[in-house]
Each structure stands twice: as structure tokens, then as C-alpha cells.
């Protein structure tokens, strides 16, 4: 029946945008973790916004964190991110 092949298509296309939002979040942290970072944690959620966790001895400067923003930009094209430093 259609409607079973429509609601087959939504859940397919909800698995396909899941698999690319982790596939997003992997390449951050591995970007991340290329620029000189101990570790990150990158979580992107439905509505568009990332959230990005840093591992560092200090504190972030404004300049790292428009650097990781940058990263998080250009790989999901996303601009809603709200970068936290974690110790």
C-alpha cells in the first residue's frame, strides 16, 4: 500500500540524514584532534544546532574557538555551534 511505502521512505531517509550526521560528527573530531587537540566529543542534533566539547589544559581563546567553529562550518555546513572547553 502506499502509505506503507511512504512511511518506509520517511524512516529511510531519517536513518540515511542519522548516518550522515554521525558521519559529520566523526569527521569534526577527527579534524579537531588534527589541529593539535587532545580529544573532542561533536554532537549535531535534528533542529541544526552542534554542539562541540574540547578537551584542553586551559582555557579556549576566542581565536581557537572561531578555528573550531570554522571546522564544524565547512564540514556541515552548519553555523548554529556553541563550542565548550573541557579540562
Known amino acids: 500500500p502506499p ?11 531519517a536513518l540515511v540524514e542519522k548516518a550522515k550526521m554521525n558521519d559529520q560528527e566523526s569527521r569534526v573530531e577527527s579534524e579537531i584532534r588534527n589541529k593539535g587537540y587532545e580529544d573532542s566529543l561533536c554532537m549535531i542534533n535534528e533542529n541544526g ?3 562541540v566539547y574540547v578537551k584542553v589544559n586551559e582555557t579556549l581563546s576566542e581565536e581557537d574557538s572561531a578555528s573550531i567553529k570554522k571546522i564544524v562550518e565547512d564540514i556541515t555546513t552548519l553555523s548554529d555551534v556553541d563550542v565548550t572547553a573541557m579540562k
Do not use: Y
Open 3 to 13: 502509505e506503507r511505502i511512504f512511511a518506509l521512505t520517511l524512516s529511510n531517509n
Open 49 to 51: 544546532n552542534v554542539k
